[in-house]
Nanobody
Framework: QVQLVESGGGLVQPGGSLRLSCAAS????????MGWYRQAPGKQRVLVAT???????TYGDSVQGRFTISRDNAKNTVYLQMNSLKPEDTAVYYC???????????????WGQGTQVTVSS
């Protein structure tokens, strides 16, 4: 079993910054990708940022230029640095890890519990 432990959420004023962390542990063979998604009340869960095993990154349009995703492969940990936060960034942020199965040719997604980020004055 794989567990994802998230931390770093909280309340911040507009223009402020937060750094989210997500550490994967358990039966991990190889990580294909890790990333962050968010879901605001009444809305669909959407991509925030992902980083693939080759180091390439993808960002949602609404956060590009403000958020930065990074990884520490030795710790199986992914980070999300969030700067210039806006009220519309308020959401539950979920960590996702995509892992190779032991067969080596199939992928499986694992999700964290989510952490609340609230941007308000």
């Amino acid at each position: 079993q794989v567990q994802l432990v998230e931390s770093g959420g909280g309340l911040v004023q507009p223009g402020g910054s937060l750094r989210l962390s997500c550490a994967a542990s358990g039966s991990i063979s190889s990580i294909y990708a890790m990333g962050w998604y968010r879901q605001a009340p009444g809305k669909q869960r959407v991509l925030v940022a992902t980083v693939i095993s080759d180091g390439s990154t993808t960002y949602g349009d609404s956060v590009q230029g403000r958020f930065t995703i990074s990884r520490d492969n030795a710790k199986n940990t992914v980070y999300l640095q969030m700067n210039s936060l806006k009220p519309e960034d308020t959401a539950v942020y979920y960590c996702k890890a995509t892992l190779w199965e032991t067969t080596g040719w199939t992928l499986k997604d694992y999700w964290g519990q989510g952490t609340q980020v609230t941007v308000s004055s």
